[in-house]
């Protein structure tokens, strides 16, 4: 074992982990950059080191860009990698009331922790790990969306029908293109645009960012509330609150752990897993979602943890369980190592000099991810508007752009933004659709699978509800959904005549009109995606169909409730309606000038508009002259290293 | 890493002054797979990766534009750049398929394929301590059980899933095909007992070693990996099949630019180390260049591919 340590400790091997981690955090703060496509940009490079170096570089970036989602999810509302997801329910609100570097703080120890559980796991205990994953059937992964999707409960912002409702327009979303279990074309409209559907990572983006850049420029307010003075890196409070959470990080990184192992999962399910579990056994306050840091603490440890866990159905299998070990196998096998049942024993020294480099990758994360993550800090907080708001929103095309390539998905990116701006202010928040879109695609494979296997075995009930392991998971996602409904059910319980929400005022009339129109367009969209299935193959409709019906059903109850209480939630709009529709109308118009003009001249030219667009603030001319230098110079900067070293093929 | 090699190779042209105009590549060749990374389209372009900077000098990107199962990438194609400098993977029976289920944005004609350079055989893979010993005892199984044998394999209208409707009705025999996405979800299924067998390729019999059986492979002469596996015909079965994948490029590239790369994709098949790792991972190499041989290639698999689709249902 001893000559692995040494193996993993040589300076060539050291000093990759540590360009890697740090690489990595850099590419996963970005969103739309996510740990697959920094894995993948490294290959070729790995070509000419030996297998165990091009391990240990391989995945010190994978797991640096998993903790790198972290910032972007805590600063700007935006989860950098998918997996951060649960990080911006309670980060984003953390940050907003200034305590952002502490978030940061919670953010990187959490991770570190969750990544040595991970290591540690698949140093000890991969083999059986792994055989206990393959006990997961489609049935089991159905019944797992639907345990994530009871998080729509918590996360409906106070109002649980419009969140239900937003969630089934998200598995709508999820079902556009091409139909993974029966190749049929659904809902494109006859577009080819839509055909590949909607790309998870873009419309997260678009979803959660681009609602931010419109109420960024809306007002002259501050992006985030700066702390009174610099705090350094709040770490002893940090460490304070860890210790608090010492049940739940522990909790988070075995669920982490354990999710990774399931090959096809992945981060973001983990952090949602996890982070429905820390919020449901959560005492204390806030409450998750508006900023307690426990919320940080279980999504990232579990995050960091799939990065161990995942590796474990990849190397003892030989199937990746998450997509960038499917990368990082590939990688392998170019360096001619067989991963699989015998790698463990033939080719121990390249599976434990890379755990052990693993182990160090994520000890280094500490005060590398500390270090950028006070910088990221820094920069955002204290960063004008003027400045901000072009970068992040250059950032969210580019990225957007350099997942497939694709223009068409930076427009379906700001347009989604867009609706999910309007929707959060008419009460839908936008985490319910996110949901949706990420689970959908999961809950509806599982469940025609099973269907299929049931069907041939002649036990539908058995197959959804026989199995022990099924049971188990149905029986959380029963006690997570009632969970928020559990103190006013004791309250109904226990004083019949006091029911909260009913003292609550009568909207005035205009109110009532706007929920009106929300609700009849979701109406709309729920019969015309019954119209379109109707003409497909039953395998292909039976999942949108039953959604639409659902979602027809809840719209209908809303109506109802809207009639009979009068009760609307909302949020009002603040700020200047030029600004608001200027932001996308400059956004789309640049997706259709980069081809006309090129990519590097139209986005300088987005800059500019943008940071007109968002400057509130009186500029002298030397101050714009600074300004435009920095903007303009951000820019060039990143388009060359998108289109050199990251070999995106900019148009 | 583009800029330095970039640079790299400037100097060694300036030096070596051999390269004329017409020599293919004039830089790096953006090498575009229309699926996710770590599939078999992906893992066998990163194969070919070092061979083609060893053999011309100039770095060979993968990029990935996944979505609709290919239809994203092979519907842009045409507007790329057709000098060379753009190539793309192309699969069947995908491109065969796909456009007769309905407008996916691309017609099998519009691709300009030019090279076809190794296919997965289809093969009936079983863990290892499943009852089935022989083909044999999977057809009696399934003669005695209608439906009740369920294989897993890689999504629909696939060679995964036309094999199986073709060997149904060979064998005379009704099974139930689940769909998985990809490879690894499939293979995962069949690990974890949650089907019976899987219609996977040689592929996976090379991944996963001692942990499965082969019971039958649909090439023409056994695997070199597997000399124990039969083949479909040996034990009756006319069927060799599989999924291939090649190259296409715009179809505004010249005749010149198609004939280059063809030879191109040619010259890293011709490689033995290349041969052998392709082996070695159960892969099977086929060689169909730019020209009749590829046209009649086509529309000979096409044939095939139509007619087990129509049966299946999946297309009228």
């Known amino acids: 074992m001893l000559e692995f340590v040494v193996g993993a400790l040589s300076p060539l091997n050291l000093l990759l982990a540590l360009l890697g981690v740090a ?32 391990l240990i570089l391989m995945g010190a970036i994978y797991t640096g860009a998993i903790y790198g989602g972290a910032y972007a999810a805590i600063l700007l509302n935006t989860p950098g990698t998918p997996s951060a997801i649960a990080t911006t329910f309670d980060g984003y609100p953390m940050a907003k009331r200034g305590d952002g570097d502490l978030a940061v703080s919670v953010a990187c120890i959490s991770s570190v922790i969750g990544g040595l559980v991970g290591a540690l796991a698949l140093l000890l205990l991969a083999p059986p790990l792994a055989e206990a994953a393959l006990a997961f059937g489609p049935v089991e992964y159905f019944w797992l969306a639907i345990f994530g999707l009871s998080l729509i409960a918590a996360l409906s912002t106070g109002d649980f029908l419009k969140g239900v409702i937003g969630a089934c327009f998200g598995l709508l979303l999820a079902m556009i293109g091409i139909s993974e279990t029966s190749a049929e074309v659904r809902f494109t409209f006859g577009s080819n645009v839509l055909l590949g559907g909607v790309e998870t990572v873009s419309a997260l983006i678009g979803l959660y960012c681009i609602p931010v850049l419109i109420d960024l420029v809306a007002t ?33 990184s075995v669920v982490g752990t354990m ?11 983990a952090g949602l897993v996890a982070y429905s579990e820390a919020r449901r056994t959560n005492k204390g306050k806030p409450s998750y979602g508006e900023g307690n840091p426990g919320g940080i603490v279980a999504t990232e440890s579990a995050n960091n943890a799939t990065v161990g866990g995942g590796f474990i159905p990849t190397l003892v299998l030989g199937i990746p369980g998450t997509p960038p070990d499917a990368v990082i196998l590939g990688a392998l096998l170019v360096q001619g190592v067989r991963t699989g049942p015998s790698l463990f024993a033939d080719g121990a020294s390249i599976v434990y000099t890379f755990i052990f480099g693993l182990l160090l990758a994520t000890v280094l994360m500490l005060p590398v991810g500390l270090m950028i993550g006070r910088f990221a800090y820094g920069a955002i907080v204290r960063a004008p508007k003027a400045a901000l708001v072009p970068v992040v929103a250059f950032m969210t095309v580019i990225g957007t752009f350099a997942i497939r390539n694709s223009l068409s998905d930076i427009a379906i990116m700001i347009v989604l933004g ?149 009760h609307v939630t909302e949020f009002a ?11 996308p109308i400059a956004m789309l118009g640049a997706v259709f000038l980069f081809p006309v003009l090129g990519f590097g001249i139209a986005a300088a030219l987005l800059g500019l508009v943008l940071t007109v667009i968002a400057q509130h603030d009186k500029y002298s001319a030397k101050s714009w002259t600074i300004l435009i230098l920095s903007v303009t110079g951000v820019i060039a900067a990143c388009t060359l290293l998108f289109s050199e070293v990251l070999s995106v093929p900019l148009p | 890493m583009k800029l330095t090699s970039t640079l790299m190779a400037l100097t060694l042209t300036a030096f070596a002054s051999v390269a004329s105009a017409e020599d293919f590549p004039k830089g ?36 990935y534009q996944p979505g609709g199962g290919g239809a994203v990438g092979w519907s842009q194609l045409n507007n790329m750049a057709g000098d060379g400098s753009v190539i793309m993977g192309i699969n069947l029976p995908h491109i065969i398929i796909k456009p007769e289920q309905g407008d ?121 990996a597997f000399p124990d ?75 095939g591919y139509l007619n087990a689709a129509r049966s299946a249902g999946i297309i009228e």
């Open chain 2, 104 to 224: 996916v944005g691309f017609k099998t004609d519009d691709l300009a394929a030019v090279y076809m350079f190794h296919y997965t055989p289809d093969a009936i893979v079983v863990t290892a301590d499943s009852p089935y010993k022989t083909l044999q005892d999977l057809i009696d199984d399934a003669k005695a059980n209608p439906k009740q044998v369920i294989f897993s394999g890689s999504g629909k209208g696939t060679a995964n899933h036309l094999a199986q409707v073709q060997f149904d009705e060979m064998a005379g025999i009704e099974s139930t095909y689940v769909s998985f996405k990809g490879t690894g979800a499939s293979v995962t299924a069949l690990l974890g007992n949650q089907v019976k067998a899987a219609w996977g390729y040689t592929t996976v019999g090379a991944a996963q070693g001692d942990k499965v059986r082969v019971l039958a492979v649909a090439m023409e002469d056994r695997h070199p």
């Open chain 2, 28 to 63: 790096s060749v953006d090498y575009i797979i229309p699926f996710g990374p770590g599939g078999e389209s992906d893992i066998t372009a990163r194969f070919q990766q070092p061979f083609f900077e060893k053999l011309f000098g100039e770095q060979m990107v993968v990029n």
């Open chain 1, 573 to 583: 709009v603040e700020g200047s309606w030029i600004r608001i529709t200027a932001l």
């Open chain 1, 418 to 566: 867009v609706v999910g701006w309007v929707a959060g202010k008419r009460g839908f928040s936008v985490s319910p659709i996110v949901l949706g879109l990420i689970l959908g695609r999961i809950a509806e494979q599982g469940f025609v699978q099973s269907w299929t296997i049931g069907d041939a075995i002649g036990n539908l009930w058995g197959q959804f509800f026989g199995r022990p392991l099924s049971m188990a998971i149905i029986a959380l996602t029963l006690l997570t959904f009632f969970y928020p409904f559990l103190p006013r059910l004791k309250q109904i319980v226990s004083r019949r005549e006091e029911t909260p929400g009913h003292d609550r005022e009568r909207a005035a009339r205009p109110a009532i009109m706007r929920d009106l129109i929300a609700l009849l367009i979701a109406g709309g969209i729920a019969l015309l995606a019954l119209q379109q299935s109707a003409h497909l193959n039953p395998e292909a409709a039976v999942f949108p169909r039953t959604i639409a019906m659902a979602m027809t059903a809840f719209v209908c109850l809303a109506l109802l409730r809207l009639a009979l209480t009068r």
């Open chain 2, 229 to 303: 596996v039969p083949t479909f015909r040996e034990l009756g079965f006319d069927m060799v099949s599989g999924a291939y994948r090649g190259i296409a490029v715009p179809n505004s590239a010249s005749e010149e630019v198609r004939t280059q790369v063809s030879d191109a994709i040619k010259a890293i098949n011709a490689d033995p180390e290349f041969q052998k790792q392709m082996l070695d991972g159960g892969f099977a190499l086929v060689d169909v260049g730019y020209g009749a041989d590829m046209d009649a290639f086509i529309s000979e698999k096409a044939d």
């Open chain 1, 23 to 54: 690489a990595g955090t850099i590419i996963g703060s970005i969103p739309g950059l996510t740990a697959t496509m920094a894995v993948a940009v490294l290959v070729p490079l790995t070509f000419t080191m030996s297998p165990d170096s091009a």
């Open chain 1, 220 to 252: 002259p307010d501050r992006h985030l509330k700066a702390p009174e003075q610099t705090r350094g890196f709040r770490l002893p409070e940090a460490f304070r609150l860890l210790i608090k959470n010492k049940v739940n990080v522990i909790r988070s």
């Open chain 1, 259 to 269: 999710v990774g192992a399931l090959p096809g999962a992945g981060g973001s399910i």
